[in-house]
C-alpha cells in the first residue's frame, strides 16, 4: 500500500516556500471540550496563528485519510462527534488508517504526523505525561516516548496536575529531552502558572526558541522540545483552589475502573462539571496563548532558514 498525506493547499504552499506553519491536535476539539466551545475553539486559535504569520495546520484522521489542515466543515465534523470519534495514539494510526475510520490524534500522533509533513512547531493545550499512580498502573503517555523521536516543538501550558508533575519531569530528562520555560523558570500546572517544579532552562523569546530548536536538529539531536508556556495571569486557577479538585476526580477515576485512553478525558470533563466550567474558560484562554507563542516561533524559525 502506497501511503500518502493529505496535506492541504494553504499547508502544502506554505511548506513550499518554507514559510511559518503551526500544527494543532484534534483530541483536544474531540475530547478535550464540549461542543460548541471546542469547535468555537479550534476556530479562533486557527485565526490566532494566522494573525501571527504562520499557516495552521489542524491534524485529524477522516475516513481513513491524514489530513493536514482542515475546511471549516471538517473541523465542525470533529467538534459536533466528539467523544464518538476514536482518539488516535501512535499505536491507533494504522488501524484507523487501514480501515478507513476518521480519528482525532493526541499529542503524539499529531508530533509524528506533523514531522512527516515537515511540520515542525505545535501547539496544544497540555501534553499527557506521568500520570499519578503510574509506578502501579505504568500509565505513561505516549506524548512522553514521542518527544523522544519527533522533531517537533510543542508549546505547551505545562502538564496538567492530574498527572505525577515531578515523574514527567524525570521522564521527560530521562529521554533527553530540553523542557524551557517560556519567560518562567518554573514548570507550569496548565491551570496555575506555578508548580513548585523548577524547568532546566528558559528561554525569553521566541527568537530564542527557535536558536535553540536549529542547534538542537543542526547537532543530530532527534527529538521534540517542551515549550512550557504559563497560562495568562487573569485566566489561572491557582494550584491550591484546583488541588482538591483534581485529586476528587482522579479518585473517582480509579475508583469506577477508568483506566487506559480513558483516564485524560474522564479527568478533563470531571473537572469542567465540578468547577461549573471554570476549568473550560482558563483551557480555552492557554489554548489561544499556547497558539499565538507557537506562531511566534514558527515565524523566527522560518526567518532564520530563509
Ligand atoms: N491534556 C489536556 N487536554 C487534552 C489532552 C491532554 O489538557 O485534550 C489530550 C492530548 O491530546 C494528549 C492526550 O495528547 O490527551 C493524552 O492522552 P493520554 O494521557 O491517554 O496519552
Ligand atoms: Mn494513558
Redesign the pocket.
Known amino acids: 500500500m502506497a501511503f500518502e498525506l493529505s496535506i492541504n493547499a494553504d499547508v502544502r504552499t506554505a511548506l513550499e516556500k518554507g514559510a511559518a506553519v503551526v500544527a494543532l491536535?484534534s483530541?483536544?476539539i474531540a475530547?478535550?471540550m464540549p461542543y460548541p466551545q471546542n469547535v468555537e475553539t479550534a476556530r479562533e486559535v486557527e485565526k490566532i496563528v494566522r494573525d501571527n504569520g504562520a499557516i495552521p495546520a489542524t491534524i485529524a484522521i477522516l475516513s481513513g485519510e491524514v489530513k493536514i489542515g482542515l475546511t471549516p466543515d471538517e473541523l465542525q465534523y470533529l467538534g459536533r462527534e466528539g467523544r464518538s470519534i476514536a482518539k488516535v495514539?501512535v499505536r491507533d494510526l494504522p488501524f484507523a488508517v487501514a480501515q478507513k475510520r476518521d480519528g482525532a490524534t493526541?499529542?503524539?500522533s499529531t508530533m509524528r504526523l506533523a514531522a512527516m509533513a515537515g511540520i515542525h512547531v505545535f501547539a496544544?493545550?497540555?501534553?499527557?505525561g506521568v500520570?499519578r499512580g503510574a509506578e502501579k498502573t505504568f500509565d505513561i503517555?505516549?506524548?512522553m516516548t514521542e518527544f523522544a523521536n519527533s522533531n517537533v516543538a510543542v508549546v505547551t501550558a505545562g502538564a496538567?496536575a492530574i498527572l505525577d508533575l515531578a515523574l514527567t519531569l524525570e521522564t521527560l530528562e530521562t529521554l533527553g529531552v530540553p523542557v524551557v520555560g517560556f519567560g518562567t523558570d518554573e514548570f507550569p500546572a496548565?491551570y496555575s502558572r506555578a508548580s513548585g517544579h523548577a524547568v532546566p532552562m528558559r528561554c525569553d523569546s521566541a527568537a530564542e526558541i527557535a536558536d535553540l530548536l536549529r542547534a538542537k536538529w543542526a547537532m543530530g539531536l532527534n527529538g521534540g522540545v517542551v515549550v512550557a508556556n504559563p497560562i495568562p495571569e487573569a485566566f489561572e486557577i491557582p494550584a491550591e483552589e484546583i488541588a482538591a479538585v483534581i485529586e476528587a476526580a482522579v479518585a473517582k477515576a480509579r475508583a469506577g475502573g477508568i483506566t487506559g485512553?480513558h483516564?485524560?478525558?474522564f479527568l478533563?470533563a470531571e473537572i469542567a462539571s465540578v468547577t461549573s466550567g471554570r476549568s473550560l474558560t482558563a483551557?480555552i484562554a492557554l489554548a489561544r496563548h499556547n497558539a499565538l507563542v507557537a506562531a511566534q516561533i514558527a515565524a523566527a524559525l522560518s526567518e532564520k532558514r530563509s
Open positions: 491536535e483530541t483536544i475530547h478535550g495514539s493526541t499529542v503524539a496544544t493545550g497540555g501534553i499527557g500520570h503517555s505516549a506524548d496538567k496548565f485512553k483516564v485524560t478525558p478533563l483551557n
